[in-house]
């Protein structure tokens, strides 16, 4: 039983607009979930993170929206550059400060066209 | 560098082999954590240390595999009698008392023949 849900398997969005990628959880005693982003033949790679004691964290072009009673997630890049066109991985623990081991969604392939 | 380095990059073994993987962590992250990653899926948890204390293993983990963390810097995670069902990519990552994020090494590719 997967924990940790990203529906989309794969997003296309135009340079300059917003991309939206959605995750949901399941576990009640996720506390900490993280966003990575992963370009192939490589590592994932942290982008943001958010507490569940938070709804929302910004950080440049890349916010973070936590819906707790929903157990649902999202990432918003604005705006959205080809450069940002990889894989984006949900991750989510249950612990302190993200210390247990994570546990993450199958991944969205975002596409930025220019 | 100062990243997490994971060596080999790639490797490719035939059936009924051992093999060997290393991951050296950022300097004083005294959290590490070995992931697997196979096509179309996220990384799944496999172990962790903290220091050179092994805390958790995952169901994944079958008796074949074992990880170690002996002076509670670098590790290696060793896989006996290769299947073709191990070729995966190996993910190490690593994290430090303050961090709140766990930073990943470029992994090896496993390929078993």
């Known amino acids: 039983d997967q924990q940790v849900k990203q529906n989309s398997p794969s997003l296309s969005v135009q340079e300059g607009r917003i991309s939206i990628l959605n995750c949901d959880y399941t576990?009640?005693?996720?506390?900490?979930f993280l966003w990575y982003k992963k370009y192939p033949a490589e590592g994932p790679t942290f982008l943001i993170s958010?507490?569940?004691?938070?709804d929302k964290n910004e950080d440049g072009r890349f916010t973070v929206f936590l819906n707790k009673s929903a157990k649902h997630l999202s990432l918003h890049i604005v705006p959205s550059q080809p450069g940002d066109s990889a894989v984006y991985f949900c991750?989510?623990?249950?612990?302190?400060?993200?210390?247990?081991?994570?546990?993450f969604g199958k991944g969205t392939r975002l596409s930025v066209i220019a | 560098d100062t990243g997490v380095s994971q060596d080999p990059r790639h490797k490719i073994t035939k059936r009924g082999q051992n093999v060997t993987f290393r991951c050296d962590p950022i300097s004083e992250h005294n959290r590490l954590y070995w992931y697997r990653q196979t096509l179309g899926q996220g990384p799944e948890f496999l172990t962790y240390f903290q220091n050179e204390a092994q805390l958790e293993k995952s169901r994944l983990l079958s008796d074949r595999f074992s990880a170690e963390r002996p002076k509670g810097s670098f590790s290696t995670l060793e896989i006996q009698r290769t299947e073709q069902g191990d070729s995966a990519m190996y993910l190490c990552a690593t994290k430090g008392g303050e961090e709140t994020e766990a930073f990943f090494g470029q992994g090896t590719r496993l390929t078993v023949v």
């Open positions: 991750a989510a623990s249950a612990g302190s400060s993200g210390n247990t081991p994570l546990v």
């Open positions: 576990n009640s005693m996720f506390d900490y």
């Open positions: 958010i507490s569940s004691i938070k």
